[in-house]
Nanobody, 120 residues
Framework: QFVESGGGSVQAGDSLRLSCAAS????????GGWSRQTPGKEREFVAV????????YYAESVKGRFTISRDNDKNMMYLQMNSLKPEDTAIYSC???????????????WGTGTQVTVSS
C-alpha cells in the first residue's frame, strides 16, 4: 500500500516535494521508485532508489532536476522536484521492487498518485 502526497499546481521553474508513505511491507527490503502518467499516455519511469538509499537512477528527462530519497525508519520515500517544466505535468505514483532496476520492470502495483500541474 502506498499513499502519495505533495502534488499541486505551480509555475514553471518552481519546486515541489512529493512524499510516499509505504505500509504493509518491510520497506527496507525493497527498492523504491517513482513513475508518472498523463491521460492517454503510457506510464513513464522517473527515478529509483536502492534499498539503503545509496544508489539512485533517473530518467534522462528529469536528471539534474529531481532527487529521490528515502527514510526507512519512517517507511517514507520522497521526490524533490526542482526547475519544474510544463512537460512534468502528470500524476506521480510510487511503488517498490524486490530487485534493482533502471526502468518500470519489476515494480509491483503503483499507488493512486498525486497530481502535479506545471503552468508556463
Amino acid at each position: 500500500q502506498f499513499v502519495e502526497s505533495g502534488g499541486g499546481s505551480v509555475q514553471a521553474g518552481d519546486s515541489l516535494r512529493l512524499s510516499c508513505a509505504a505500509s504493509g511491507q518491510s520497506f527496507h527490503n525493497y527498492v523504491g521508485g517513482w513513475s508518472r502518467q498523463t491521460p492517454g499516455k503510457e506510464r513513464e519511469f522517473v527515478a529509483v532508489v536502492s534499498f539503503r538509499g545509496d544508489w539512485t537512477y533517473y530518467a534522462e528527462s528529469v536528471k539534474g532536476r529531481f532527487t529521490i530519497s528515502r527514510d526507512n525508519d519512517k517507511n517514507m520515500m520522497y521526490l524533490q522536484m526542482n526547475s519544474l517544466k510544463p512537460e512534468d505535468t502528470a500524476i506521480y505514483s510510487c511503488a517498490t521492487s524486490p530487485h534493482l532496476t533502471r526502468s518500470l520492470a519489476g515494480f509491483g502495483s503503483w499507488g493512486t498518485g498525486t497530481q502535479v500541474t506545471v503552468s508556463s
